[in-house]
């Protein structure tokens, strides 16, 4: 089931049958639209605090975020194209004006129009995150906190770099504090054998300087969408059914444990498997229930289905984790060959459980670093490379002639071109399949790219 259809089976099975109670509305912590950065876990407490201050201060301006985005954006000259791309991202984006709990952009690339690349897809984002309020089409309140001082073009090295995935430095934003951590990173960082030079090497850190960065960040918007008016039909389209998250976690683990959701990745770091699947209440025998033994053992089974659906869930997520291993760690691009009867037959469930999880026709996504996936992207045919593996995915290959073709001379390469490229490169594919993997991508054929 989706989520919409197991919470309305929840709260139907808790209205027929009182030995089943909901316990609370929603799974907090393993919500993926909780917000990253609401507390002093990820950023101060401090800087938490004025957040809530700047937003608390601001008044409704009257509008949604999407109308006053498109204002501007119809006021711009832009291709057909750029516009329909432009419009997808603005559509995309939730309350807070980042697209973090919605779709990934690389989903609303069109597949029928050849024109839209992911470097249209750059573009537009960036035209986007420079209209009025600055910082929206961000990913996160960090990544706009460091678009909003790329933009203003006066940030300090230090303020970039700490803004740049640092922003945990400044956690409880003493400065005598932050800069003894600022020391410590860089030592730690080059105690590595070969660590290339960092921003912080070419600074004379001292608490004025630390001072200065920290009430740099102060000036700047958390949340840009502040003071407009959410458009709840927009973010309700565009929210993805979650099944499950995964977090790249600092620390090294010796080995993986399924159990508990825990992928060993390298040296620096593992990957952490949730349980995601959204808006789903939590349920539990009630402890006040003295009614007859058959409500309690038909609230019993009912409550081991949706446990096994969650255990169910980790279990296919760790295992994909695993077996995706590339993608996890180095993004979009990077997909291996997998079958759903691999994943099966490598954790002891059914095929078919697998592929209800991950079908194309009521797809759940699973929350990334780089944004949602359809649970069914992780799943590709290969063909036979010189590769480790001696194979290569079908994904794989339609991002390299993405790629390929975005731009210069070489995206008037025909199929048979493409195939001699391909095969150049150790890729064993004949012309006929490039040219359905072209179609997939939704690549015109060379004629129509002249």
């Given at each position: ?169 400044i956690e409880n934003p003493v400065p005598e ?74 620390g090294e683990i010796s080995k993986s444990d ?51 659906r969650e255990s169910s869930c980790i279990l ?135």
């Amino acid at each position: 089931m989706g989520t919409k259809e197991l919470r309305e089976e929840i709260f139907k099975a808790a209205n027929e049958n009182p030995a089943i109670e909901i316990v609370r509305e929603f799974r907090g912590s393993d919500n993926p639209y909780n917000e990253k950065y609401r507390t002093g876990s990820a950023g101060s407490s401090k800087l938490s605090d004025d957040f809530n201050a700047t937003l608390e201060s601001k008044s409704s301006y009257g509008e949604t975020l999407q109308d006053h985005l498109l204002n501007q954006l119809n006021m711009m000259h832009l291709s057909a194209d750029e516009m329909e791309l432009s419009k997808a991202l603005i559509y995309n984006l939730d309350e807070k004006g980042f697209y973090g709990s919605n779709l990934s952009p690389e989903t609303l690339l069109n597949k029928n129009r050849p024109m839209q690349t992911p470097e249209l897809l750059k573009k537009c984002m960036e035209s986007i995150q420079k209209l009025d309020p600055v910082g929206t089409c961000c990913k996160d309140i960090e990544e706009s906190l460091y678009v909003q001082a790329k933009i203003r073009g006066d940030a300090s090295v230090l303020t970039l770099f700490i803004l740049d995935g640092n922003l945990r430095l400044i956690e409880n934003p003493v400065p005598e504090k932050v800069l003894k951590r600022l020391i410590e990173y860089r030592e730690k960082w080059h105690s590595r054998k070969f660590a290339p030079r960092i921003p912080l090497d070419r600074l004379e850190l001292d608490v004025e300087m630390v001072e200065e960065t920290i009430s740099y960040i102060r000036t700047l918007e958390p949340r840009p969408a502040a003071g407009y008016v959410h458009d709840i039909y927009a973010a309700e389209f565009n929210k993805p059914d979650f099944i499950f998250s995964v977090e790249k976690v600092a620390g090294e683990i010796s080995k993986s444990d399924y159990t508990k959701g825990i992928i060993k990745g390298d040296s620096d770091f593992h990957f952490q498997v949730k349980y995601s699947s959204g808006e789903i209440p939590e349920v539990r025998i009630s402890p006040e229930f003295a009614g007859n033994k058959e409500l309690f053992e038909k609230a019993k089974v009912f409550i081991q289905n949706l446990e096994y659906r969650e255990s169910s869930c980790i279990l296919q997520g760790c295992a994909i984790v695993e077996a995706q291993k590339e993608f996890f760690i180095k993004g979009p691009g990077h997909i291996a060959p997998l079958t759903r009867r691999t994943i099966a037959k490598q954790i002891g469930i059914h095929e078919s459980t697998v592929s209800r999880m991950s079908g194309k026709k009521n797809p759940k996504f699973v929350q990334t670093e780089w944004g949602p996936f359809p649970a069914s992207y992780f799943f590709s045919s290969g063909v036979n490379s010189t590769g480790d593996d001696g194979k290569i995915s079908a994904e794989e290959i339609k991002f390299k002639i993405q790629t390929l073709l975005a731009s210069g001379d070489e995206k008037k390469m025909s199929d048979q071109q493409i195939t001699e490229y391909l095969n150049s490169q150790g890729i064993k594919i004949s012309r006929r399949t490039v040219a359905k993997y072209r179609n997939q991508a939704g690549i015109n054929n060379s004629y129509f790219r002249m």
